[in-house]
């Protein structure tokens, strides 16, 4: 072994976890899960269990073309994808910046530059007069009241827009694209990155039970589609 590697060894020591440490983490973990599932121990937990109301798991017969937006951080991509026989689908995205005024302007401001770039997009991929149904991927903590409607508790990742904490996100959407009044479209579901990483797992996988995003301080990352 080089001394470059041992160096690299020793500098990452600290890292590795025995299995007594990582048997505490999973201890710690599982009574934060069962505290953020509790009705009386919810609000205190360092794990929000938040419900989801998506109920069924995709079975790969679904067919069409939809749309989903996906806002999670500075970078906000916009979708179309393609639902065809035999599980086959195609998707065409676009990366769109998400800038510091805006993450830390009103909310009005963010929610008119996510419509403009939906727009944006549907002008490109030459969907802009159809009406299509949407998801929309918000991946902040929200208390959900139904299936398309979501209140965000409060903002964390940089963002704190005005007036968007403990309203609802999908109807900020829609009065946005409303305020355009030049695009179409129907919102289905409303649901954060962990719940649209399990759709998508589980739309070629039929027995995938979870979708996971790998943390870190200061936000989440990890792969939408593992």
């Known amino acids: ?56 798991l995709p079975n790969s017969k679904e067919r069409g073309k939809f749309l989903a937006l996906d806002l999670g951080g500075t970078n906000f991509r916009v979708l179309l994808i393609t639902l065809a026989e035999g599980a086959h689908f195609h998707m065409d995205s676009k990366i769109y910046a998400v800038p510091k005024d805006i993450m830390t ?33 918000f991946s902040f903590p929200c208390v959900q009241e139904g299936l398309t409607k979501a209140r965000l508790s409060t903002w964390t990742k940089g963002f704190n827009c005005e007036g968007v904490e403990n309203n609802d996100v999908v109807k900020l959407l829609k009065e946005a694209i409303a305020r355009r009044g030049d695009v179409q479209i129907d919102v289905m579901a409303v649901l954060n990155d962990t719940t649209g990483t399990l759709m998508s797992c589980a739309y070629k996988k039929h027995n995938c039970r979870v979708g996971l995003i790998v943390g870190k301080a200061g936000g989440l990352l990890g792969e939408r589609f593992l």
């Open 1 to 56: 072994m080089s001394a470059t590697s041992l160096k690299v060894r020793e500098r990452l020591q600290d890292l590795v976890l025995s299995t007594e440490q990582a048997l505490e983490i999973k201890n710690k973990l599982n009574h934060e899960i069962e505290r953020g599932l509790g009705k009386d121990t919810h609000a205190t937990s360092s794990v929000k269990c938040f419900i989801t109301y998506v109920q069924d």
């Open 105 to 137: 302007g009103p909310g009005t401001g963010l929610f008119d530059h996510i419509a403009d770039c939906l727009a944006d997009f549907m002008k490109e991929y030459d969907v802009y007069k159809e009406k299509l149904p949407l998801g929309f991927t």
